[in-house]
């Protein structure tokens, strides 16, 4: 089984969409790691089809600056890929059997960078929509937006999804969403936790959502003239299936700590 996984699924060659699988033979597929890396300049960044009502979208770790303003870089797509999945709570792929997918991983990152200009441009925002510089949070631009089934396709920033208040101080917190966004079920990554008793609370950022219904996550970064953009971001995430949500924390721990590790 774990052997027919790593040839299908961990050894995969990298494209902008993945689709992911309900079952590996008979065996129920309960969660999923997966890998992408999205250039700024991409305006429809990579899809994550088959989430299906009920499943949650964790986003676990992500890194890359980006511009959004003065330079631009050659076309290049972003990379999607599931790099471990789990049936139960037992991981399907052993660290050796991730060294393909690590391989194939690694030189479509390669591509990418190689198109980053070697001077980014103005308005840089990390994958958070953060100004290094400064530490403001950018309201209209910048960082990355996770487009839930709901939203029926890529998101762009126009002034129905732009965040709002005091955005520019706080960080991208629920509260500063739009109706549009939230009525979307989208949500832009943003670790910030002012209630930590409350992970629901609009005071916070969000790092997941729950689908409601099934269809496609669209990831991409937040623009909507994206030809003078520069950069890109990885981001690692977590799938769980709803029939495993009660295993959720202990899925999540299981797939971000096992194999393959780093790459983010």
């Known amino acids: 089984m774990t052997t027919e996984f790593a040839t299908t699924s961990g050894a995969q060659t990298m494209t902008p969409s993945v689709t992911l699988p309900n079952e590996i033979g008979s ?55 599931i790099a471990n999945a789990a049936v139960g709570t037992a991981l399907v792929i052993a660290q050796p059997e991730t060294a393909p997918f690590v391989a194939t991983w690694n030189a479509g990152v390669d591509a990418i960078m190689k198109a980053v200009p070697d001077e980014l441009g103005n308005k840089r925002r990390d994958m958070y929509g953060c100004d290094p510089g400064t530490g403001d949070y950018a309201k209209n631009e910048g960082g990355l937006i996770v487009c839930m089934p709901e939203s029926h396709g890529p998101i762009y920033a126009t002034d129905d999804y732009y965040l709002t208040g005091d955005t520019k101080g706080d960080g991208r917190l629920y509260k500063y969403y739009s109706s549009d966004t939230k009525s979307k079920n989208a949500f832009f990554p943003c670790p910030v936790t002012n209630d930590s008793s409350n992970p629901d609370s609009s005071n916070n950022g969000r790092m997941q959502a729950t689908a409601t219904i099934n269809g496609a996550v669209h990831i991409l970064a937040f623009d909507e003239d994206y030809s003078d953009n520069a950069g890109y971001y990885n981001v690692g995430l977590v799938v769980v299936r709803k029939a495993a949500t009660a295993q959720t924390t202990e899925l999540v721990n299981l797939l971000v700590g096992g194999a393959p590790t780093g790459g983010i």
């Open 27 to 81: 065996d129920f597929i309960s969660g999923f790691k997966i890998w992408a890396s999205i250039p700024a300049n991409d305006d429809t960044g990579i899809t994550i089809d088959n989430v299906q009502a009920g499943d949650t979208v964790i986003i676990y770790d992500a890194s890359g600056i980006a511009s959004f303003d003065k330079v631009n870089m050659a076309l290049v797509k972003g990379i999607v890929g």
